[in-house]
């Protein structure tokens, strides 16, 4: 396992987040917890070793659905991205500040999981739903040419957005889905520039300007600027031919 690095907060003691050490579902959780300079170690597990073996069985004492990713805080252990979110959230004041935006917040946490799945069953052989490379180019070609953001496009414009249309969520900043929602169409962009496709982005401005504001957050400049995000792979090293 290797550690990437963690912030310091005199006041609480560190949480634990535990993924592998690839961006994948992780890399959501390291720019939201980054954002919000919270003390945390971030465990980055290469090995199958170093997860099932060595560190699984404790996570599993707290928490029997235990998964890559998890977070521990505290006497608290969670699983399962979407509930991950919900508790920093809920701990940080970025899951919704009425009960339509914590609805929005859920809504985008799951269609933005879709997205993710998408990718995912373009990357992985073992999904069967691209089995070759031929699969690969073909399918990667038509996400490119119709990239699965017009309804979040439409999110931004929509008469309730709270912030005119710069946030997915709170009027004032991103809240826990849109840690997701740039993940995806920063993915998607270069998965569009590695095939030599039109630019993603391009299609959707008000995502454009979201995903600009994002890439623009001050505390976010330390993790764009590290390897966690420069050079780590996107998938697994079995989806490597395709798109790491
Ligand atoms: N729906 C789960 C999926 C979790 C999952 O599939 N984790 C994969 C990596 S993306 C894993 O390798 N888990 C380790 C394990 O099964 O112990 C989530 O969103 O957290």
């Given at each position: 396992m290797s550690g990437g690095y963690s912030k310091s907060d005199a006041s609480a003691a560190p949480m634990e987040f535990g993924y592998w050490k690839i961006r994948g579902l992780g890399a959501v959780f390291r720019m939201l917890l980054e954002y919000k300079e919270a003390k945390y170690e971030d465990k980055q597990y290469c090995t199958g070793e170093d997860w099932f073996k060595q560190r699984k069985p404790a996570i599993l004492e707290m928490n029997p659905l235990a998964?890559?990713?998890?977070?521990?805080?505290?006497?608290?252990?969670?699983?399962?991205?979407?509930?991950?979110?919900?508790?920093?959230?809920?701990?940080?004041?970025?899951?919704?500040?009425?009960?339509a935006q914590k609805i929005r917040t859920e809504e985008l946490l799951c269609e933005i999981y879709d997205v993710r799945n998408g990718m995912i069953d373009l990357v992985y052989p073992f999904k069967n739903v691209c089995r070759d490379i031929e699969e690969f180019d073909a399918k990667a070609e038509g996400i490119v040419k119709?990239?699965?953001?017009?309804?979040?496009?439409?999110?931004?414009?929509?008469?309730?957005?709270?912030?005119?249309?710069?946030?997915?969520?709170?009027?004032?900043?991103?809240?826990?889905?849109?840690?997701?929602?740039?993940?995806?169409?920063?993915?998607?962009?270069?998965?569009?520039?590695?095939?030599?496709?039109?630019?993603?982005?391009?299609?959707?401005?008000?995502?454009?300007?979201?995903?600009?504001?994002?890439?623009?957050?001050?505390?976010?400049?330390?993790?764009?600027?590290?390897?966690?995000?420069?050079?780590?792979?996107?998938?697994?090293?079995?989806?490597?031919?395709?798109?790491?």
């Open positions: 998964n890559l990713p998890y977070l521990v805080d505290g006497d608290v252990c969670v699983c399962q991205t979407n509930a991950i979110l919900q508790y920093l959230g809920e701990k940080f004041g970025l899951y919704g500040a009425s009960a119709s990239p699965p953001f017009a309804k979040f496009e439409a999110i931004l414009s929509f008469k309730d957005n709270a912030s005119g249309g710069k946030w997915f969520v709170l009027a004032d900043g991103p809240g826990v889905a849109d840690f997701h929602i740039w993940e995806m169409l920063d993915q998607h962009k270069m998965l569009a520039e590695r095939i030599g496709g039109e630019p993603v982005l391009d299609k959707f401005p008000k995502c454009k300007a979201f995903y600009e504001a994002f890439r623009a957050l001050p505390t976010l400049q330390k993790y764009f600027a590290s390897d966690d995000y420069k050079t780590m792979d996107i998938n697994n090293k079995i989806a490597n031919t395709y798109f790491a």
